[in-house]
């Protein structure tokens, strides 16, 4: 039967539970040094995470653009068909009808030209969409980096205060401003 309230513990856990209650300064100062590594690792994580939805967003809007670039460019290639099926009537046609395939055939290629416009705009948008995408995606890759720095850092800081070696702390602290150097790179472009 199992005892309800009672805590079993590794050796390991009790003894970093003791030295962070136990007074020990070093202990303190990793613990702090550890829980602001978690916030500012947690913002890095958010900022990532941000950069990747917003090249998302972005390059479905491209898409979208281009989906409406090619059904344009689907309704221009249909009137340009009729345009020459009239010019072929026009020319092949009884003489009565001539003049009726000459203004249908004119009309298309009317028509043609303002579809033409709004596919070519429907493509910009979606270049221009896609270059936003590229750009809001360019710290992600920076952020990534970062966030692995600071986790790295919080792992030395752990084995700091595991093995009690001071000199591990160094270490922690360069990964730690190697983290914060790329956070700051990644919005500096």
């Known amino acids: 039967m199992a005892e309800e309230g009672i805590e079993i513990h590794a050796a390991h856990e009790h003894e970093l539970e003791h030295r962070a209650h136990g007074g020990d300064g070093l202990s ?34 491209a898409v979208l653009m281009k989906a409406h670039a090619s059904d344009q ?29 000459r203004k249908e055939a004119e009309r298309y290629a009317a028509e043609q030209k303002d579809i033409k416009a709004k596919a070519e705009a429907f493509d910009r948008k979606s270049q221009e969409a896609d270059e936003e995408s590229s750009h809001a995606l360019q710290p992600h890759t920076l952020l990534a980096q970062a966030m692995s720095a600071i986790q790295i850092a919080i792992a030395l800081a752990s084995v700091t205060a595991l093995t009690r070696q001071r000199w591990l702390l160094a270490p922690a602290v360069f990964a730690a401003l190697v983290g914060a150097g790329l956070v700051g790179s990644a919005y500096l472009f």
Not at 35 to 54: I, K, P
């Open 73 to 101: 460019w689907a309704y221009y290639q249909a009137k340009s068909t009729k345009q020459r099926l009239m010019e072929m009537a026009e020319s092949l046609g009884p003489a009565d009808k001539q003049e009726f395939y």
């Open 28 to 61: 303190r100062q990793i613990a702090v040094f550890t829980a602001l590594l978690a916030a500012s690792g947690a913002v890095v994580g958010y900022l990532g995470g941000h950069t990747q939805n917003e090249a998302l967003l972005f390059k479905n809007e």
